[in-house]
């Protein structure tokens, strides 16, 4: 089946790999310069605020990362039709937007600790904003994954430039996430501007909206799922054990989202192709490439075990993120764990409609991951939490390996 790949599916990707590797070297050079300038404490609250305000991105996206970008392949040479649904999809998200900043304004009004630090939460949720605006789920639909590297590179740099032209000390903490908003929007205008050359204007139908949104709810219960076992752990330890090692944890995890982000291009630039092939193609493609995720993710695990310490003072020179270079050990598992899950629940489910088994399989390693951290946190504060994290990726492979294994490869 890897000689049926056609060009399309092959520049996908390397543009796509373009993405990943700004997704990767970006934050090398933002997030040393932002320890050093504003430190370890005032560096947890930007980034505990990050990890909560991603809830929000996941209500606002609503599953439809996955359930628009399949419906948008399987029409895409239907104008009127592709018209009608990309406008339905944008006003679903501009009323969850309202939605999700309505229920932010409550809890910060609500919650002493989020009070606290109310601009920092309110202007993170900018970022919300910027990626509901940004139609990636239609580029994708469409295989033009350039747009989306061209306009989320530009976005990036714009927000690289200005952290080093704007952010001089600890007191301006407070202007990172509206540094960081900012790119994000300009991203999300530019996307949508470029969008409407391959559509025109058609007006939402209620109808249209109300299946859309069924259709998508068990894949918003399955990223908000996601969420329990990968932003949550940032905020629980900000929450038990403080900004400090929610900083230096964040720091960590960041690197570890990096390496993992080496598998999104490929499966990002498939799915499209992977939607409209038959069970019995899918499931055997699925065979093929199992074997190569497995040796990137284990040598990728390997590389960090060994040279963990000098990975860490290398980008980050900080003697008190060096002191938990095992935190940096135990997380490294995930880059294997999370790459054969993800091959799961990221490409073959979603390609096979099959949502309900992929909820399942989430929900229970989110629920799964929280009731671990709580309860680790307790005892081993940062170690709890990265075993917690590496556990639960594992727990997902599991499952959702099961699932493949009991009603997807015994087909005939």
Known sequence: MFKKFNKTILFNYLYLMLLQGANFLLPLIVLPYLIKTLGLEKFGIIMIAASFITFFNILVDFGFNISATREVSLIRDNKEQLSRFFWTVLFIKLILIITGFLILLLLVYVIPKFRQEAFVYITTFGMVIGQALFPAWFFQGIEKMRVITIVNVTAKLIFTILIFL???????????????SLGYIIAGLLGLAMSLKYIYFRKPVFTEMNKLMKDSTLLLVSNFSTKLYTS??????????????AGIYSSMEKLIMAMESMYVPLYQAIFPWLARKNSLEKRDFIRQIRPYI???GSSMTLIIIIFADKILNLI????????YSNVFRI???IGLFAGLGMMYV??????????KERMKVMLTGGI??????????????????AVSAVTT?????????WVYKNKISKLR
């Open 166 to 180: 704007w952010i001089k000390g600890q007191e301006q903490y407070i202007y990172v996430p509206v540094l960081n």
């Open 232 to 245: 949550a752990n940032t905020f629980i330890l900000g929450i038990f054990a403080g900004n400090y090692l």
């Open 294 to 296: 497995i040796l990137v």
């Open 316 to 323: 980050y020179h900080n003697p008190d993120i060096n002191h």
């Open 331 to 333: 997380l490294s598992f």
């Open 346 to 355: 990221t490409l073959l489910f979603p390609s096979l409609k099959m949502y």
């Open 368 to 385: 799964f991951n929280l009731i671990l951290a709580l309860i680790l946190v307790q005892f081993f504060n940062i170690y709890g939490v």
């Open 393 to 401: 990726e594992f727990l997902i492979f599991v499952m959702a390996h």
